[in-house]
């Protein structure tokens, strides 16, 4: 069973993992015997030097800071979103008036609408979240309602015969057979928590990885730049294969996969 799990992750993720380290290894090369300076592109042996380097202030304070943000937010978008993506399932008129509204929220560039909402919270904790917030609001909002929009119709004649109530074809049907588009909804959300994150550390605070970023650009020490943003980077990772891990185990033990 292990070497059979084994090959099987081999299967699909060695392509990408031979890939990344050619490009790593052609991005050295071009660094070390081309003309580009330290400054613009660093060298990935230079950004891991740097990474270990600064590892105590990055992994012991700005990156749970970061991580901190990116949890609250997704948990507040995360229940806000399903529960108002339910609503809107249950109650037709909801859905006309506010899905439009959605819509329109997301055509303005959140790193205009961001230091509004900096200027209502302040550089607080409450700032970061509120911008965590509006980036990964709306992903679990649709994942929700289009879920439960078009899971069960094939069903829903059935059940309603044998006198299910509606409660009883939410819970049994609907809800069950939403689950693979709900959980898109999460994984794009979690994914969004990072870059608010980050837009709302930039934005101001003293302390994150997104702060720390900014002001490494502003000094030009771009090896301790791309440290911070290969964090990021693994950070997301992480948090979108956790998302990933919770999907698999919900979804195969209701046996729709």
Known sequence: MRALRIK??????????????????VWEIIVRFGEVP???????????TALLEHRILLLGVHLPATLQEILLGFLLSAG????????????????KAVYPLLIVSQTIPLIALSPILIMWFGYSLGGKIAVVFLTAFFPVVVGTYDGLYKSGEQYK???LTLGAS???LLVKTQVPLALPAYFSGLKLSIV???????????LGG????????RRMAGNLHSAELFAAVFLLSVLGVLLFLSVCAAEQILVKKRGLR
Not at 10 to 24: D, E, K, T
Not at 206 to 213: E, F
């Open 38 to 48: 330290a400054f613009i592109l660093p060298a990935p042996s230079s950004v891991w």
């Open 166 to 168: 509606r409660r009883q």
């Open 80 to 95: 806000c979103g399903t529960l108002l993506g339910l609503g809107m399932h249950l109650f037709r008129p909801l859905a």
């Open 8 to 25: 099987r992750l081999l299967h699909n993720y060695a392509p990408a993992a031979l890939l990344v380290l050619v490009i790593i290894a």
């Open 192 to 202: 969004y928590c990072v870059i608010g994150a980050t837009i709302g550390e930039w």
């Open 157 to 159: 004649e059935l059940l």
């Open 206 to 213: 003293s302390r994150g990885l997104g702060y720390y970023s």
